[in-house]
C-alpha cells in the first residue's frame, strides 16, 4: 500500500515537458507541485473521467475475461487502467503542445516502485525503437539474476513520435486478438508477448522494477 498523490510528487518533480492526465480531483495537486518547480510552462494537464479508460464501451465484456485472472489482475479498472497508456499518448502525440518530436509515458505515482535519481531527464534518440525494461530480479541467496520472460516495465517507455504511432497500433491490435480469444491480461505481459512478435521494435535493457529509471539512459 504507498499514497497515490505522495508518491507523485517525485514523477511531477522531473524537468521535461509534461502532458498529464488525471481526474478533476487532482488538477491542483498537479498545478502546485509543477509551479514550485517553476514548470508550469512545461506542463499540459487535461482532465479524464472514467468513460474515457481504454475500451470502456466492453468494460462487462472484458470483466467477464478478467475473473479468471488471479488478483490483482482480477481487477476491470486495474486492468483497462494500465492499458489506457497508449491511447493517451497517442492524444499527446496528435495534441503537440510542445512541438516535440519523442515522446514516453511515465506512471503517475511510479515512485512507489521505481527510483527516481535526483535531476533525472530522459536522454534517447533512437527514432526506430521504443525503450523498455525487461524485468529481471536477482536471486539474492545465489547471487545470480532470474529473467521474467513475461514482463516488460510498461509504466515507463519512450520512442520517437512515429514509431510510437505503430507501437500504440500493435497494442491495440494484439489486445484485441486476446480478447477475442477470451483474455485480457496486463500490458507488462502484453508488451512481452508483442516483444516476441515484433523483437526489431523493441529496445530493451534488463532491469527490476526498482531501476527502470536508473537503467533508462544506459
Not at 13 to 29: G, K
Not at 79 to 90: D, F, H, K, M, T
Request: with cysteine.
Amino acid at each position: 500500500e504507498y499514497d497515490y498523490l505522495e508518491s507523485s510528487i517525485q514523477t511531477l518533480n522531473i524537468n521535461h515537458y509534461m502532458v498529464i492526465f488525471v481526474t478533476s480531483d487532482t488538477i491542483s495537486h498537479v498545478t502546485n507541485i509543477r509551479k514550485i518547480n517553476n514548470m508550469l510552462h512545461k506542463t499540459k494537464i487535461i482532465e479524464v473521467s472514467e468513460t474515457e479508460i481504454y475500451q470502456y464501451n466492453r468494460l462487462e465484456e472484458l470483466n467477464t475475461l478478467m475473473k479468471k485472472n488471479i488478483p490483482p489482475y482480477d481487477s476491470k479498472y486495474q486492468i483497462l487502467a494500465v492499458n489506457s497508456r497508449y491511447e493517451l499518448v497517442r492524444r499527446a502525440i496528435k495534441l503537440n503542445p510542445f512541438n516535440t518530436d519523442f515522446y514516453g509515458w511515465i506512471d503517475f505515482g511510479i515512485s512507489h516502485i521505481v527510483d527516481i535519481p535526483e535531476n533525472f531527464r530522459v536522454r534517447y534518440t533512437n527514432h526506430e525503437k521504443i525503450r523498455l525494461g525487461w524485468i529481471a530480479r536477482k536471486q539474492k541467496k545465489t547471487n545470480t539474476l532470474n529473467f521474467n520472460h513475461k514482463a516488460l516495465g510498461g509504466g515507463f517507455f519512450v520512442g520517437h513520435k512515429e514509431i510510437l504511432k505503430i507501437f500504440i497500433d500493435l497494442h491495440d491490435q494484439e489486445f484485441n486478438k486476446l480478447a477475442n480469444l477470451g483474455y485480457c491480461i496486463n500490458d507488462d505481459k502484453l508488451l512481452f508477448l508483442m516483444y516476441e512478435k515484433y523483437p526489431s521494435l523493441f529496445d530493451v535493457y534488463c532491469s527490476g522494477y526498482a531501476n527502470l529509471a536508473n537503467r533508462m539512459n544506459t
